[in-house]
């Protein structure tokens, strides 16, 4: 009788084997079975999910290979930016300098014309508002820097300067 049940048995626990499926040879689920063991590592599922999972690990080493390479890319121009707007201040700051120290010059050769005087401190309220405003654009600034320009050098030609 032993000899009748030892085959079924036999070809149930190989038949049991070839119905393994990947997520049964998951290692990290717990416990498995013996006989689960090694129908995962002679169907090849082990190698499968190791094969998966370096596939995986190499793109995500890609990726993040990528992902540094824009990081570099971004502190790149970050640290561009970042010495334009210095370069950018410090112009602001050397015209902002002339433009006082012309309209000082104005103001002495205009001492006693009010006329003059009514101009000049049009300009400086100007250029006073035009400082306190940094969110404004290179170009706005630019443009109203001209017409600063244009106004102070009529009134030197006014003056005679």
Not at 91 to 115: F, H, I, P, V
């Amino acid at each position: 009788m032993l000899s009748k049940i030892l085959p079924i048995l036999l070809a149930a626990v190989v038949l049991s084997g070839c119905a393994t499926h990947a997520a049964d040879c998951d290692p990290t689920t717990g416990d498995v079975s013996i006989v689960a063991k090694f129908n995962c590592n002679y169907s090849g599922t082990y190698d499968k999910r190791v094969e998966s999972k370096q596939q995986t690990l190499v793109h995500e080493q890609e990726l993040n290979t990528e992902f540094k390479a824009v990081y570099a890319a971004i502190e790149q121009e970050k640290t561009q930016v970042d010495g334009d707007l210095k370069k950018r201040q410090a112009t602001d700051d050397a015209l902002n300098k002339s433009m006082n120290n012309l309209l000082a010059q104005l103001k002495k050769k205009a001492a006693g014309q009010a006329r003059y005087k009514k101009q000049i401190s049009e300009l400086e309220i100007t250029l006073q508002q035009s400082q306190n405003q940094p969110s404004k654009s290179v170009m706005d600034k630019k443009m109203e820097l001209e017409e600063l320009r244009s106004q102070v050098a009529s009134l030197q030609q006014d003056l005679g300067l």
